[in-house]
């Protein structure tokens, strides 16, 4: 290995020269940001400073070339794969795996401190186990398990290190699948009523009416809205993602870009709506945000995700009405429907759910459309 320093435009460049594994020569350039005038000695102990490392880093890349799961520990596969995934999920979406690998995974497997050629089954199982004893639901968990299981694959796939996925020949817990909460007809007209003059008026009106996500709802804007087919179409997102919230040109599978048929209520509701925007706005002036959300402020300024669900709660609370996330708004959207006859199928493009396992939840509410079918029977089998 030989080193040596280059000045190129103006700059201190470091030059590693050296043989890979396979007995190849190659060199490595590293910048280190001073000027060529004056900062040779800084360049220089820079450059000695990164030949260290990178000697480190060669005597790694040997340990793992001889006996790679045995040197690799699953928290190291992890941290190497995670990043990424980044460029595949959503950016609301990479947050989740990134808090789940960094409150939970990561802290397990470090304290374990299994290599993955050691890691088995069974530290897996009890990996499921431990989280669903402290009252992780199903959701969460499969999470957990794209983690490890996709990790351990990219030690396979990519790096083939690894020749089979322990992963593979686990089961997470069984838990009960949780029946989605709704409102009949009745509370939501009840809630229709309630809700008129509130912050939260538009969003839960065209959440129950549309059966939207929250994510869409918020991401509405006027232009969303053709006034002469009288439409509503669904292309965009509104999230947040740590610190800040985020406009999306996607939504969050291709079975969500849907264009619904505007119905006479909500549209003779939207008119009034922007009509008293106008106002607003003529009243803000220049204060007034101009990006033409739907879900707005007085001031024009779009409605945070996470207010319109706290906001809901507390409301709900106070007018004495039962509680129901803000999601459930949806469910009772399909709940509706399939109590005036839609099938699952339809119910499943109404929602712009990509698989009909998303929709099987609802099953249990057909249940009340057969009652009609029921009577039927009853009525022509009476003697």
């Not at 596969?77 to 609301?92: A, G, H, M, V």
């Not at 009106?205 to 991401?219: C, D, N, P, Q, T």
């Not at 009909?356 to 009577?375: G, R, V, W």
Request: net charge positive; glycine share 4%; with cysteine.
């Amino acid at each position: 290995m030989t080193t040596r320093l280059q000045s190129k435009d103006g700059y201190w460049y470091g030059i590693i020269n050296y043989k890979d594994h396979a007995g190849k020569y190659k060199k490595k350039w590293i910048s280190t940001g001073l000027s060529s005038k004056g900062n040779k000695r800084k360049a220089e102990k820079m450059l000695l400073d990164a030949v260290s490392e990178f000697k480190e880093e060669l005597q790694n890349q040997t340990l793992r070339k001889e006996a790679p799961a045995e040197v690799m520990s699953m928290s190291e596969l992890i941290r190497e794969w995670l990043p990424l995934k980044k460029l595949d999920l959503r950016d609301n979406t990479y947050v989740a795996y990134e808090d789940t690998a960094n409150i939970h995974v990561l802290p397990y497997f470090d304290e374990l401190g299994v290599t993955i050629g050691e890691l088995s089954p069974a530290h897996i199982q009890r990996y499921y186990a431990e989280k669903s004893r402290a009252g992780l639901g199903a959701g969460t968990l499969t999470r957990h398990r794209t983690i490890i299981r996709s990790s351990l694959e990219y030690a396979i796939q990519t790096l083939g290190i690894l020749k089979a996925n322990p992963a593979d020949r686990v089961k997470l817990p069984r838990q009960n699948k949780r029946i989605p909460s709704f409102y009949t007809e009745e509370q939501l007209k009840k809630l229709f009523k309630v809700v008129e003059g509130e912050s939260i008026e538009a969003p839960v009106k065209l959440a129950a009416y549309f059966g939207l996500r929250r994510s869409e709802v918020l991401a509405l804007r006027w232009s969303s809205i053709d006034w002469k087919r009288k439409t509503i179409s669904i292309t965009h997102t509104l999230v947040r993602v740590k610190t800040k919230t985020e406009f999306k040109d996607t939504v969050k599978q291709m079975a969500s870009y849907r264009t619904m048929p505007l119905m006479p209520v909500m549209e003779t509701y939207l008119r009034k709506l922007q009509a008293h925007q106008k106002q607003l706005r003529k009243i803000c002036g220049k204060d007034f945000n101009p990006e033409g959300f739907i879900c707005i402020w007085d001031d024009g300024r779009v409605l945070e995700p996470d207010y319109v669900t706290s906001r809901f709660r507390r409301f709900l609370k106070e007018k004495g009405l039962p509680h129901i996330r803000f999601h459930d708004l949806r469910h009772s959207s399909a709940s509706l429907l399939i109590n005036n006859g839609c099938t699952l199928k339809e119910v499943q493009e109404w929602l712009g759910q990509a698989s009909s396992k998303s929709t099987e939840i609802y099953a249990h509410m057909l249940y009340e459309s057969k009652h009609e079918m029921a009577d039927k029977i009853n009525a022509a089998l009476t003697l």
